[in-house]
């Protein structure tokens, strides 16, 4: 091997470090383009009265008023549904479920639920929801779709976090005479709720974004009234967004973009919850 | 319900047969919860079968996965799938000549080079990217990247694959670069310490030893990666167009099969006709498809998995 041959290959290795580097801070640097972008064509948008008003064909009387309220709704019920049903699925799988055939099977068909587009659940939910049930285009159809939507990624956080609870905690409380039941609610429980409610987070913040499922279940974008139950028509934000952004005037995608801020603004706040929750849970594990 | 509550530690002591059934039930509610999985999927496999079929005793299946025109809206009617696959796979294939490499890059470089500081400020950024909701994105792509697309080649059309293309390609990236990097993770250090003590550069330890012995991560992210941007809806519905095509010209209009379903459901096509079932046999193959593809990618991230003790 020649020295010339060695310097060459010390060149390659400090060319290609050199590429990796540039190529991931090319990546962060995108995130700032892009919300440097939408905040520089939303922000003068952005007043009370826009927060305040429903939408409108003139775009300096438009707002966001039916779309703030139509999302509280959607993720209120969507909580409530998907929540309980993904702890409860985490916990069988890894408190009773064993390593069954049935265990397994469930297993991959979870993973599998994850890949799946939301437009197919969309389509799922307009079919079984609103027509077979009967549901309508309301709040509770789209959050009965979106439970379904979110529920893998609640069940498979739930699950880490259940996994990650110490074997002896458990193992003392049947020691005491604990029934199954007794370990999971009183012990198990408790030490996985962090890790749960980070996931939850994170599974909300999915469904506050998703559009195409509400599109296939026809959330409406024209809703001049806040919904007053869960059989009222809605819209939600992300639709509104969509619908500003696929009009051709100039105005109206600054109306998305104002949108979009409002929207980014609630998943960045939420992602700061769940990074709280995240960072004093390890605090108090040291 | 009768034996008082579990904190109360002496009925604990005392009543612990009588217990059993409340165990049972709660055993049972439990597992129905987990069952729920499994039922959604086979609702998905029913309702799609179910609905596609109804369109099939209209449109032969030849017809509709070998023919070359996608017109179902428009008289004469034409229902080859073609079209709207080509799109897609256009899309994807601009998005995976980006996301692909650049994931794997970001991820060597965060595994193998990053100090830990640099790492605790990219690894947050790509959750945040990660985040980002897709009609973001899709908005990003008509106002952003579009208007820089048309000012290098003025020819590009207003609705254009290449931009789409380039969206998704954001979309998908950290998803390849945290699933990447998760498996670069997984080699052992004691493999990368035995290339470097033979001599080798950073660059061969990384292409030679690291990547090679975690390829089968490495290919599984791809593949999940390449599926959800086949799925990916909301930024080709806004950006890519509404023109089903056979192109490999990405600066032209194309759609996508996401796009065409959200297309048809925007639209006042009444339900039940023909055309209105188009939507369920394009939804059919898009699943069919993305389900292969996870099933794949799940089975070679299980099976070929590599195990260093």
Known sequence: MTPGNALRRHAIAKAFHFLCATVTWAGVALLGVLLFHVSYSGFMWLDGQFLSSFPSRFPEKAGLNSALWGTLWLITLTVAFSVPIGVAAAIYLEEYGGKGKLSRLIEVNIANLAGVPSIVYGILGLVVFVRFFGFGRSVLAGSLTMSLLILPVI??????????????????????????????????????????????????????????????????????????????????????????????????????????????????????VAVFIRYRTEEGNK | MTNGSPENTASLLVGKVRFHWKEEVIRIALFLCAILSVATTLSIVVVLATEAFTFFENVSLGEFLLGGRWTPLLVPRSFGVLPLVCGTLLIVAGAALIALPVGLATAVYLGEYAPDRVRSIVKPVLEVLAGIPTVVYGYFALTFVTPLIRSIFPSTQIFNAASASIVVSIMVLPMVASLCDDSLRAVPLSLRQGAYALGATSFEVTTRVVVPASLSGVVASFVLALSRAIGETMAVTLAAGATPRMTINPLESIQTMTAYIVQVSLGDTPAGSVEYQTIFAVAALLFTITLMMNVIAHRVLRRFREVYE
Request: proline share 7%; glycine share 6%.
């Open chain 1, 155 to 272: 069940i498979i956080a739930s699950r880490e976090s259940v996994r990650a609870v110490p074997g002896s905690i458990r193992q003392a409380a049947f020691a005491l005479g604990a029934t199954r039941w007794q370990v999971v609610r009183s012990h198990v429980l408790p030490s996985a709720l962090p890790g749960i409610l980070t996931g939850v987070i994170l599974a909300m913040s999915r469904a506050i974004g998703e559009t195409a499922p509400l599109i296939m279940i026809g959330a409406l974008t024209y809703i001049a009234f806040v919904p007053n139950g869960p059989m009222d028509a809605f819209t939600a934000l992300p639709i509104q967004i969509f619908n500003w952004a696929s009009r051709p005037q100039q105005e109206f995608h600054q109306l998305a973009a104002a949108g979009i801020i409002v929207l980014l603004a609630v998943l960045l706040l939420m992602n700061a």
